[in-house]
């Protein structure tokens, strides 16, 4: 991933705010749609840009979209820096607080996104 598509991703509110749930873990649309409160649309339009450019990945489970971050060789060290950067920067951002407040009160244990993260089983969200 060159440095320059990882900077044409980070500017953009929402992608940055998807990165930052994506730091928490995989997550379904849905979970996108209920933090951000946007419409899938939107929130699907940016999770395909981001997945164009590998910053982020997705998989089918049943119905359900998850994504996730890359993990392993598939981050670059650039990539890593970023997202680190990112972590470092919106820790005292208010918009980006009451989204991690907003997805810790969803119950991710009964979700697509548990299926992924091994915490559970899938429903319909």
Not at 40 to 61: F, P
Not at 90 to 108: G, I, P, T
Request: charged letters at 25%; proline letters at 3%.
């Amino acid at each position: 991933m060159k440095l320059v598509e990882i900077y044409q991703c980070l500017c953009d509110e929402t992608r940055l705010r998807i990165l930052n749930l994506l730091l928490q873990g995989p997550l379904c649309v849905c979970h996108f749609q209920e933090v951000l409160r946007e419409p899938q649309v939107k929130i699907s339009k940016h999770l395909g840009y981001l997945k164009a450019r590998g910053m982020v990945k997705g998989s089918r489970e049943g119905n359900w979209m998850i994504y996730a971050l890359p993990n392993g060789r598939a981050r670059s060290r650039e990539l890593v820096a970023n997202l680190a950067c990112l972590q470092e920067c919106v820790a005292e951002n208010a918009l980006f607080k009451r989204d991690l407040a907003r997805l810790a009160r969803l119950d991710l244990a009964c979700a697509p996104a548990a299926v992924v993260r091994g915490t559970g089983k899938a429903c319909c969200c």
